[in-house]
């Protein structure tokens, strides 16, 4: 298994409801970033489409609804198309259209083999509850460097069950598109970013959109973030911390990361091979019985 890797990360600006634009804008990201010597490339939350929920139409004239492919469909296709011909990793934001017509939030992993599967974001913030479906699956996709993680945005920052699991199951780096606007402070982004990397011990590759879209401005803030070999605080690969000057610039950050540096035991009382303090099967049995109460049934 491989150590050593470039990684990109892409602050974007997308045209809301212009999936056409958006999608060559996404293939000339990846070829620039392959350009310059990228494995892995992660760019916003709803990359294809834009996100901010169209709260002018219902039903199926919202936009993500109009928008909304199958994947694989005709834009993954394309993107996988490009992964393949640049021999690179993308993870990019659109909305998914599932067989039962429900739409979703999605992340998907294209590389050098074509389409690698998708995730759905689970937890739904703000007006995303009026275009989307709830996720339930976590996603992981095999690289030459091990699995990689993919969480989208409050996923991420919220909820870090699925942070936990990630790096339990063997992830050294974990995607993570997202879309925040100044609705909440870069300070918060910032903290949840550098207490999971530090926490978890774990490589986060996060993108986050720029511009105005509808009615929200957003931040920017793309980073890659991870351990350093001899601190023990996290350190900035690519991108530097939200809210620093020119962080919401479009632009494509580029960093080498040492994935060795992770190679410990996950959460464990000291840093040699001894088994690990998390206990799954405890937790799985205090979950279970909040599983039981009806405010947490769907």
């Not at 990201?29 to 219902?58: K, Q």
Request: charge should be negative; charged fraction near 25%; include cysteine.
């Amino acid at each position: 298994m491989k150590d050593i890797m470039n990684v990109a990360v892409v602050t974007y600006e997308p045209r809301w409801g212009d999936k056409e634009r958006n999608l060559n804008r996404i293939i000339g990201y990846l070829e620039c970033a392959a350009a310059r010597g990228a494995n892995l490339v992660v760019l916003p939350e709803t990359a294809l489409t834009g996100y901010d929920a169209d709260l002018d139409h219902e039903g199926d004239e919202r936009m993500h609804h109009r928008l909304a492919e199958p994947i694989p469909g005709p834009s993954t296709e394309a993107v996988a198309e490009a992964t393949h011909r640049l021999g690179v990793y993308a993870v990019f934001g659109l909305a998914e259209r599932a067989e039962d017509g429900t739409v979703y939030n999605a992340a998907v992993a294209c590389g050098p083999d074509g389409v690698l599967g998708r995730y759905r974001k689970m937890h739904l913030p703000a007006d995303e509850p009026s275009w989307a479906g709830r996720g339930d699956e976590p996603f992981m996709f095999g690289t030459p460097w091990g699995p990689v993680g993919v969480s989208i945005c409050y996923d991420t920052f919220v909820f870090s069950e699925i942070m936990r699991y990630y790096r339990a199951s063997g992830c050294r780096l974990i995607a993570n598109p997202f879309a925040v606007n100044t609705g909440v402070t870069a300070r918060n982004i910032k903290d949840s970013l550098e207490y999971l990397a530090a926490n978890n011990d774990v490589y986060i590759a996060s993108a986050n959109c720029t511009g105005c879209a509808i009615s929200d401005d957003f931040v920017g803030g793309s980073s890659v973030i991870g351990p350093g070999k001899n601190v023990p605080a996290v350190h900035y690969y690519a991108g530097g911390p939200c809210g620093a000057p020119g962080s919401d610039e479009q632009e494509l950050h580029l960093g080498t990361i040492d994935l060795s540096y992770v190679d410990k035991p996950f959460l464990a009382k000291q840093w040699a091979d001894v088994d690990p303090d998390f206990r799954p099967d405890v937790y799985a049995r205090w979950y279970a019985e909040l599983a039981e109460q009806e405010r947490f049934k769907r």
